[in-house]
T-cell receptor
Framework: DTGVSQDPRHKITKRGQNVTFRCDPI?????LYWYRQTLGQGPEFLTY????????KSRLLSDRFSAERPKGSFSTLEIQRTEQGDSAMYLC????????????FGEGSWLTVV | AQKVTQAQTEISVVEKEDVTLDCVYE???????LFWYKQPPSGELVFLIR??????QNEISGRYSWNFQKSTSSFNFTITASQVVDSAVYFC?????????????FGGGTRVLVKP
């Protein structure tokens, strides 16, 4: 059983460019989450999916951010017109649908906007 | 609103010393779940333990132990006989329950530095 995998692990982009991150969850997990973590802070919730349905989006997720999970398997997180404030680590996680179920995280995708 | 507070931002110890990490939480839910994760320099969040609100038994796993006290809304974590490999950032987190998709609210983390 492989864990949650994310790609790319590191991305450096110029301000104003678009970037896309991909997440492959643990295969039997129905729920998929995206979190953002800046240096010295704890992860902050962005959005989550149950199968292909996006059930909640944080107010942190501005209009420039969009996430999809088209077939209920992998997910993508796209950031349009990147800004320097978008520099962070983007963490993907997955879990099964049960109360209090453990959420397993990937290694994260580091984004640096220059 | 849910809140998790880790008052210690950084703890430095010498190898073989014990270290205790504090975690205090706030929630209005009667059923909730608490977690600890470890984040080594590589960045991945590694799951350590899950505890539900109805189980106040302390737990020990090797050199790790957890003390859950509902009366004080605390879920503290102790590393006994610390080793250099324990150096990492440790996060306490609170699950918001099934209706909120079980998403986690994290504390700010405590960086542990174990010196040889």
């Amino acid at each position: 059983d492989t864990g949650v995998s994310q790609d790319p692990r590191h991305k450096i982009t110029k301000r104003g460019q678009n970037v896309t991150f991909r997440c492959d969850p643990i295969s039997e997990h129905n729920r998929l989450y995206w979190y953002r973590q800046t240096l010295g802070q704890g992860p902050e919730f962005l959005t989550y999916f149950q199968n292909e349905a996006q059930l909640e989006k944080s107010r942190l997720l501005s209009d420039r951010f969009s996430a999809e999970r088209p077939k209920g398997s992998f997910s993508t997180l796209e950031i349009q017109r990147t800004e320097q404030g978008d520099s962070a680590m983007y963490l993907c996680a997955s879990s099964q649908v049960e109360p209090g179920n453990t959420i397993y995280f990937g290694e994260g995708s580091w984004l640096t906007v220059v | 609103a849910q809140k998790v507070t880790q008052a210690q931002t950084e703890i430095s110890v010498v190898e073989k010393e014990d270290v205790t990490l504090d975690c205090v939480y706030e929630t209005r839910d009667t059923t909730y779940y608490l977690f600890w994760y470890k984040q080594p320099p590589s960045g991945e969040l590694v799951f350590l333990i899950r505890r539900n609100s109805f189980d106040e038994q302390n737990e020990i796993s090797g050199r790790y132990s957890w003390n859950f006290q509902k009366s004080t809304s605390s879920f503290n974590f102790t590393i006994t006989a610390s080793q250099v490999v324990d150096s990492a950032v440790y996060f306490c987190a609170l699950s918001e329950g099934e209706a909120a998709g079980n998403k986690l609210t994290f504390g700010g983390g405590t960086r542990v530095l174990v010196k040889p």
